[in-house]
């Protein structure tokens, strides 16, 4: 099958900048020198997540949730032809990842308001331990996402990382989203650089 445009730029583009903005958060969690870049990290990934929830109803074909949110009966006939070792093709996100991508959204926008909270310093130690819970919800949730990504490659015979940097899957021509939305891609930016401002200021 031929390479075909899959993911758009403010699927790719947010991707990108949720994992920097993610293990910077990480990294910097602990700290009191650090707790600004901390702060506009969970910004960062706050900004990415709310951007895409719009994004998953206007956004072109593959980024919409309609066409990866699906039913358990659809999850359990792709869970069912991966343990057959013939894992159903799917050119967008397949079923099982696509709850991965919703709880990852989720849990980065209660994470995110939760930070946000604590750094305002509204509710006090209960909402430090709430933030805690939902980053490490998070982290684990994201091992179980590079599992599916790593493990669906190997079995697929597709490497899914490169994918998500050119935008290109195999797929039929007639698949191909028909514009990688370069202009959405900028109000993307756009909002990510105006919450950071935000905050740092
Ligand atoms: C280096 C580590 C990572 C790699 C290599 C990676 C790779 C990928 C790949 C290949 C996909 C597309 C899966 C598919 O084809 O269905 C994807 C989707 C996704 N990943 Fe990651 N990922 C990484 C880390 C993360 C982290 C840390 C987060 C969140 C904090 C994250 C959140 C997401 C989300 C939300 C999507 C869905 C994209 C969308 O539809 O907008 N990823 N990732």
Known sequence: MPKILVWDWPVRIGHWLM???FV??????ESETFRLVHAVSGGVVLAVATFRLPWGFIGSRYARFV???RGPIAVKEYANSLLKLEPAHHVGHNPAGGWAIMLLLGLGI???LSGWAIYNDIGGHLFEELHEG??????TVVF???IGVFSGSLLHGENLVPAMLTGR??????????????IAAVLL??????????IAS
């Open 19 to 21: 994992v920097g903005g």
């Open 24 to 29: 910077l958060a990480w990294l910097t969690a």
């Open 67 to 69: 066409d990866f949110v």
């Open 110 to 112: 209660l994470s995110g």
């Open 134 to 139: 939902l980053a490490s919800a998070m982290l």
């Open 144 to 146: 179980i996402h590079l």
């Open 169 to 182: 899957k195999q797929g039929l021509p007639e698949q191909a989203i028909p514009s990688a939305r370069p």
């Open 189 to 198: 930016l756009l909002w990510v650089a105006a919450a950071s401002w935000w």
